[in-house]
């Protein structure tokens, strides 16, 4: 048996249980966008990493070394957003190629710096090494949260509505115009600064994890498509989603239109939005929907709805079953 036949999931589903057992009380180990640990009487601490390798996350000559710094921070400032939490501290590994440019490092960290100026975090340490191969990073985030103001993925119940609070699909719309060498017009350079500069929704996290209506959160980092299935794995339950109701934006309707591409697809499976998936109770939707658009002067997009367990995932389009072509990111998918 090989990696592509179970996945980068299978493979976390195999080797995780032997790491779950006998976790401490209040401790939540692998399974969720960040492990959460008791910390102080009124805090917990929240924990996240995430791997960047060049060719696989990121091609050198598509993206510029301000926007890798700046990105590099943002995924993981976007799992903290996806418990609700407050990011502190970041830890930076990389591990690089003997002939790297130094200026192109320099740009890298400036990238990095402004990001983590602005959301208010720390670079506090890491490790630094060769690599034989590619570039490689690895961030790791600290945060924390009020105790009763973090949502897992495992809260969803069946008749809870799905909601996102963000365009689906620009990102994914942005490494398009990237590898198919698009000429930059206004909506492509608007797609590709959605892939390149991802904005974490922190704000939206936050509030979100205080309604206690929300049952269940994370992030959407491999598209709605496998982002979901970790939810209904987390809550066992299945979900519905309707193809018209998922959020697409202007830009990627034109530019879709242009070239050709399915903007359905990309929005479901193109992944890297990293905004935030969230589940709602469906007699507090009207509210936090209404006071969602007020405090953030743009709609919770609803995409559907939690179904019963052992049900999966099912795409509906005017009401009638659809399928979806193209699937959600796995590395050895
Ligand atoms: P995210 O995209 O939010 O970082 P993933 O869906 O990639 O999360 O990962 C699912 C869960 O598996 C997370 O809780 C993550 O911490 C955990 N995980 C992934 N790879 C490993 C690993 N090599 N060792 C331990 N835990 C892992
Ligand atoms: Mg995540």
Redo the contacts with the bound molecule.
Sequence with gaps: MKLSNIG??GL?RR??PA?LKDLPAGVT???????VLPWTKGRLLLV???LLVEDVHFLKAGIGARDLGYKSLAVNL??IA?MGGTPLSAFLSIGLPRDMDVPWLDEFFRGFASLARRAKVRLLGGDTTGSPGPLVINVALLGDARRGRVKYRSGAEEGDFICVTGFLGDSGGGLRVLLEDRPLGRDERHLVRSHSRPRAHLAEGAWLAARGGVTAM??V??GIDS?LR?IMERSHCGATVDLQAIPVSAPLKRAAEKYGWNAVELAAAGGEDYCLLATVRPSRLAKISAAFARRFGRPLFRIGTIAGPKTGLSYELDGRPAVLKRHGFDHFG
Excluded: K, N
């Design positions: 980068e999931f976390i080797f995780s790491f180990g692998i399974g969720d966008d960040c492990a996240t990493t995430d976007s799992d996806a994370m992030d980092s491999d982002d970790r």
